[in-house]
Every structure is written in structure tokens, then in C-alpha cells.
């Protein structure tokens, strides 16, 4: 019988919010069993950039990379961030380890084609190194994984933070039964934004659809639940949505999906 592995991205406004982030890892830190922690941190990354008099580029919900936005996203994702994310939990007693796809090639990657859109370096996934991450979980290390990938050719590139917690996902269902969580400043996906408790508690395929067409769906939330349902195709066996309460089991009021 497989292990228990739970996978939680975190993203949104919980990782400005120094006393949200540092409440959130206490909790993360507690989980008992396999786990993984996956981060974005692109409204970080905007501030930096408009200090630098870089204006960043938003189309369909997802970030245009072009070479100095690169250089700014790499040095907050995978320096500033994911040091002091795994400091935390580190202090938490919980011994992570901060990693990038570059290291130990964990996350293969190529630059998005170009069809309608330019993304610049937008990295696509190809291939996730389950068999090191696995290494890393039986020596009871918590991987934590930031947005920056590779294409082995040197060339690092942006990936969607919700696009490696559903391939990572993906790839380790293969050696365990995974639980993806997604966990951002809202209580999970709303029929509403005017009213931050109108939860949708269910979504499938179908109604996922439904909402698409409504209008319900749009920008951040589209990329976001296209990764939740490219999970559940794949395997994974369980995918949530909701704020940082989704960690401690204690909130009612959250997004399950399924097919």
C-alpha cells in the first residue's frame, strides 16, 4: 500500500503577509507524514521589478518573462523567498531543504512555443525527478520547491507555481497517494468575489466548464484549476483549494475538486 504524501502550494497575498506566512509554516511544519511545499511569489517579484523600473506583463493570469524580469524572478523565487520559507521551517523543526528545478535536475523544462503569445522565458514542464525527490523524503527532508526551472541546455525559465505543484504531483502519484493542496488568501473558489464566503464546495469537470463560460473563472483562477484538474487526470488521487485553515483540517468552508 502506498504512503501518504501531502503536496501544499502556497501563493497570494499569505506570502506578503509576514505574519500569515509565518502562522501558515508553524501549521505546515506540524504535518505529520511525507510532504512537500511548493511556493509562487509573483506579487514579491512586481515589487522588485517596479523598484527597478521593470514594468511586469500579465496575460491570461500568467506572468510575460523576458530577460531582466528573469533575473528579478529568479533572485526573489529561488534566493530571497525559498531561503527564508525553509529558514522558517527550519526554526519549525521541520528539516527542509530549498530547491529550484535546476538542482539535482529535478524539474525539466522547455520555453513555451510561441502561438498567439510571446510568454518570453516561460518554462513548460517536461519531466519531474521523482526518484531524487524521493531520496530526499525517505531521508525525512522536506523538499521546497520555488518557480524556476531549466531546459539542460542553461537556460533558466519562469514556470507557473500551480503548473510544478500539479506536475510534481503527477510524477510522485506514482509512488504514493498524493493529496494536492492549493492554498491562497481566499476560503477556495468563490461564485462571487464581492463575497468572500460564497464558496463553490464542489467543482467537476463539467461544472468547472460551466463556470468557465459564466465568466466565473477568469484570470489568476483559470491556470490555477486547469493545473487542479491536469492533477486528478493524472492520478492524484485528492485536490483542494482554500486558505491557510486547509493545513489544520479546522475549516469547512473550502474548493474539493474531481473529474
Not at 28 to 35: E, H, I, P
Not at 53 to 76: F, H, Q, S, Y
Not at 133 to 138: D, F, G, K, S
Not at 233 to 257: F, H, I, P, R
Amino acid at each position: 500500500m502506498k504512503s501518504k504524501l501531502n503536496i501544499v502550494k502556497i501563493g497570494g497575498n499569505i506570502i506578503n503577509d509576514e505574519g500569515a506566512l509565518t502562522s501558515f509554516l508553524k501549521d505546515f511544519s506540524a504535518l505529520k507524514g511525507y510532504k512537500i511545499l511548493v511556493h509562487g511569489g509573483g506579487k514579491k517579484a512586481t515589487e522588485l521589478a517596479s523598484l527597478m523600473g521593470l514594468k511586469p506583463k500579465m496575460i491570461n493570469g500568467r506572468r510575460i518573462t523576458d530577460a531582466a524580469n528573469l533575473d528579478v524572478v529568479t533572485m526573489v523565487y529561488a534566493g530571497l523567498l525559498n531561503k527564508k520559507i525553509t529558514a522558517q521551517l527550519q526554526k519549525n523543526n521541520c528539516n527542509a531543504m530549498g530547491l529550484s528545478g535546476v538542482d539535482a535536475n529535478c524539474i525539466l523544462a522547455h520555453k513555451r512555443t510561441v502561438k498567439d503569445i510571446d510568454y518570453g522565458f516561460a518554462g513548460d514542464v517536461d519531466e519531474v525527478n521523482s526518484e531524487f525527490i524521493n531520496v530526499l523524503l525517505q531521508n525525512n527532508v522536506t523538499p521546497v520547491f520555488c518557480a524556476i526551472t531549466h531546459d539542460k541546455n542553461g537556460q533558466l525559465l519562469n514556470t507557473n507555481a500551480d503548473t510544478i505543484a500539479s506536475e510534481i504531483a503527477v510524477a510522485m502519484s506514482k509512488l504514493f497517494n498524493v493529496r494536492l493542496n492549493y492554498i491562497f488568501e481566499l476560503k477556495g473558489v468563490l461564485e462571487s468575489i464581492e463575497d468572500k464566503n460564497s464558496v463553490i464546495k464542489h467543482i467537476n469537470l463539467e461544472k468547472y466548464k460551466q463556470l468557465i463560460k459564466e465568466g466565473v473563472i477568469s484570470e489568476g483562477m483559470l491556470p490555477k484549476l486547469h493545473n487542479c484538474f491536469n492533477a486528478l487526470e493524472k492520478g492524484v488521487q485528492k485536490v483542494k483549494m482554500g486558505d491557510a485553515s486547509l493545513v489544520k483540517n479546522e475549516s469547512n468552508l473550502y474548493t474539493t475538486l474531481s473529474l
